[in-house]
């Protein structure tokens, strides 16, 4: 069978050129092809049904006959440009002496589907601290987390750099596991309370935090809530971060949230 090679998609583009280079497991493409999990999936049956490539082992490579239908599209063999060192991420997980954050948390409550709680690798959670830091906004700071299934909160505190933590969460189980950890580890500066972010925000709450921090489900009204909430919290020239992928967002969604963000007055600074 033919293939047209002027019919190539961008994420079958992106897909094919990685594996040139070699096999690579499902999660190590979607990673890479910046698009959403659904149409990745879909680029990569479409590249089965075609045998351009296989799977096998739990990877992905290309066939015969996708050996040579890739040699019509790339000039050159695959560069890898990302940091072998940080991943691409251009901070130094290491900057902080958090090795003990693993052992504190070893006994973290399991995530549930009731909260939406998906939990990232302890190594995500030092990123986001470095750089935080790095942008100015862990020491001497006042800090409010809406939702806290990563435990960031510990981390923050474990660096003893911040004024006040106060972790805003849904799931009582997480709000006692902080609660306690801060009283066991004297983290005299953390603190856990329940909240549902579809209430109001107390009054004394408002206007009282210099950054935000949160990990909304990935809807635009999700995350218009999410941060329209921690915005009522900041005080003036606040910072907020929060997380957003390609995984269940479109660019059409991004789009969206980036419009509602700029109707709350914030700006883009860092992607």
């Not at 659904?38 to 590249?47: D, E, R, Y």
């Not at 990232?120 to 750089?131: A, G, H, L, P, Y």
């Not at 003893?160 to 950890?181: C, F, M, S, W």
Request: charged share 25%; hydrophobic share 40%.
């Amino acid at each position: 069978m033919k293939i047209n090679t002027q019919n190539i998609t961008r994420t079958e583009y992106l897909i094919l050129r990685l594996i040139s280079k070699s096999p690579r497991t499902y999660w190590e493409i979607l990673l890479e092809s910046f698009d959403t999990a659904a149409n990745t999936i879909s680029a990569l049956k479409n590249l089965l049904n075609q045998n351009i490539i296989s799977y096998q082992d739990k990877e992905f490579k290309l066939t015969e006959n996708g050996k040579n239908f890739i040699s019509q599209i790339l000039k050159t063999e695959y560069v890898e440009t990302k940091c072998p060192y940080c991943n691409g991420k251009g901070i130094n997980p290491k900057s902080f002496n958090l090795e003990n954050f693993s052992d504190i948390i070893k006994d973290r409550p399991k995530a549930i589907p009731e909260f939406d709680q998906g939990v990232v690798n302890i190594e995500t959670v030092k990123n986001r601290i470095s750089f935080m830091y790095y942008k100015g906004d862990i020491e001497n700071k006042d800090i409010v987390l809406i939702g806290d299934d990563d435990l960031t909160s510990i981390a923050l505190a474990l660096t003893k750099l911040p004024n006040k933590i106060t972790v805003l969460e849904a799931d009582k189980r997480l709000v006692e596991y902080i609660n306690d950890k801060a009283r066991i580890f004297n983290l005299n500066n953390l603190q856990a309370l329940i909240y549902n972010v579809e209430c109001k925000v107390d009054n004394k709450l408002k206007n009282s935090f210099d950054v935000l921090l949160t990990d909304p489900v990935e809807t635009v009204q999700g995350i218009t809530l999410f941060l329209s909430r921690g915005c009522s919290m900041l005080k003036e020239n606040g910072v907020a971060y929060f997380g957003l992928t390609h995984l269940e967002a479109s660019y059409k969604k991004w789009f969206q949230i980036h419009k509602n963000l700029y109707q709350m007055n914030f700006v883009i600074t860092d992607i």
